[in-house]
T-cell receptor, first 117, second 115 residues
Framework: AQTVTQSQPEMSVQEAETVTLSCTYDTSESDYYLFWYKQPPSRQMILVIRQEAYKQQNATENRFSVNFQKAAKSFSLKISDSQLGDAAMYFCAYTNAGGTSYGKLTFGQGTILTVHP | DTGVSQNPRHKITKRGQNVTFRCDPISEHNRLYWYRQTLGQGPEFLTYFQNEAQLEKSRLLSDRFSAERPKGSFSTLEIQRTEQGDSAMYLC?????????????FGPGTRLTVL
């Protein structure tokens, strides 16, 4: 079974600075997808960024980018120019790219990000 | 497209009662997922549908839980004889079966409190 681990329960960053959230995962599959989701307080889960395991190039979405290290099974999220609206719980998630488990997400425990003005 | 919607947003019930939640996915999405999230934790997979077929159920989904997706459109999740341990946020998500890279879009959730 796949597992996802987020070892940082809480992180904080000053507005306009850069912060990196860590995630490691364990799988025996070679083809899979990794995601970062953002869940603001009392609000719904929002997809931030997706990475395909077969793509060596790290995904980027505006101020959000990932550092995907397949051999190390590491998938960190970098938030540049942090904004107050980035404050939320961030979840790392995994799914197989095929088979019956395709689409079934396994989530990490989450990292609470606080942004200080 | 208004996104994934869930009703009700909040449900308070007494132990032993039955409850039913509804999820309306994004209209063109043929996959629909249910997750359960307890406070401060990541969501846990419960079950998913492709069109009207329920393809996988987690061992977390006891016999008291049943989910349906008639005609491959909206889905309902029913919990019979609720227990206090069922108190959680129940999240619904939808996606395309192919071409979406597994990307799921979540609804706002239904928060269940069992007294």
């Amino acid at each position: 079974a796949q597992t996802v681990t987020q070892s940082q329960p809480e992180m904080s960053v000053q507005e306009a600075e850069t912060v990196t959230l860590s995630c490691t995962y364990d799988t025996s599959e070679s083809d899979y997808y990794l995601f970062w989701y953002k869940q603001p307080p009392s609000r719904q889960m929002i997809l931030v960024i997706r990475q395909e395991a077969y793509k060596q190039q790290n995904a980027t979405e505006n101020r959000f980018s990932v550092n995907f290290q397949k051999a190390a099974k590491s998938f960190s999220l970098k938030i540049s120019d942090s904004q107050l609206g980035d404050a939320a719980m961030y979840f790392c998630a995994y799914t197989n790219a095929g088979g019956t488990s395709y689409g079934k997400l396994t989530f990490g425990q989450g990292t609470i990000l606080t942004v200080h003005p | 497209d208004t996104g994934v919607s869930q009703n009700p947003r909040h449900k308070i019930t007494k132990r032993g009662q039955n409850v039913t939640f509804r999820c309306d996915p994004i209209s063109e999405h043929n996959r629909l997922y249910w997750y359960r999230q307890t406070l401060g934790q990541g969501p846990e997979f419960l079950t998913y549908f492709q069109n009207e077929a329920q393809l996988e159920k987690s061992r977390l989904l006891s016999d008291r839980f049943s989910a349906e997706r008639p005609k491959g459109s909206f889905s309902t999740l029913e919990i019979q004889r609720t227990e206090q341990g069922d108190s959680a946020m129940y999240l619904c998500a939808s996606s395309l079966a192919l071409g979406s890279g597994g990307s799921q879009y979540f609804g706002p959730g239904t928060r269940l409190t069992v007294l």
